[in-house]
């Protein structure tokens, strides 16, 4: 007796491979389209982390001016020098001196002073005191807590005469000082601020 096979056409298996595939073929396309979302994403992150710190920067660097104190000449007839004690704002990131100019202006007078260590007719001198003063050759840094002094020398300021001190840091905002000296002067400092 002969057996007689019959192979039935069945398109079953066929449509099975072909769905296998195409769900392949979106979980690649999806994986793809994640990995591109992630990476855009971070990339986003870390321009909007950056430009956030630079705004905090911008904003809350600066100095407060706590006094400023004029030396007067032994004549009793001018102010020749400038002290000008001051701190960091709160929340102002630490400031290198070494990048902070300071512009004097008071009758003809407009100079455009750089620091030094020393102070001179072109330059401000300044130093810092603080537990955490951190003032090397080169690293001039001040640091929440410290006190500068910064000292402005060569200066023929009369009786009643207006100055402005502005500091400019090499980001953030100016501090700007004015003051009108004293109509005589009955000692040897005088109290500007």
Do not use: C
């Amino acid at each position: 007796m002969k057996m007689r096979t019959s192979w039935k056409k069945d398109k079953r298996a066929e449509m099975g491979v072909g769905t296998m595939i195409i769900f392949i073929a979106m979980v690649l396309v999806a994986a793809v389209a994640a990995s591109v979302l992630i990476s855009t994403a971070n990339k986003v992150r870390e321009q909007a982390q950056n430009t956030g710190d630079q705004a905090i920067n911008n904003v809350a660097s600066g100095f407060v001016v706590q006094d400023v104190t004029g030396t007067v000449d032994n004549g009793n007839t001018s102010i020749t020098d400038l002290t000008i004690q001051m701190r960091l704002q709160a929340g102002s990131p630490n400031m290198n001196m070494d990048l902070v100019s300071i512009q004097f202006v008071s009758g003809a007078t407009n100079s455009m002073l750089a620091f030094a260590t020393t102070a001179n007719t072109t330059n401000y001198g300044a130093a810092t005191t603080g537990a955490t003063a951190t003032w090397i050759a080169g690293n001039h840094v001040v640091l929440q807590g410290d006190m500068i002094t910064v000292t402005i020398t060569g200066l023929t300021l009369g009786y009643s005469a207006a100055a402005t001190v502005k500091i400019v840091p090499a980001y953030g905002s100016s501090t700007l000082i004015s003051f009108v000296t004293p109509s005589y002067y009955s000692s040897t400092y005088v109290n500007l601020k």
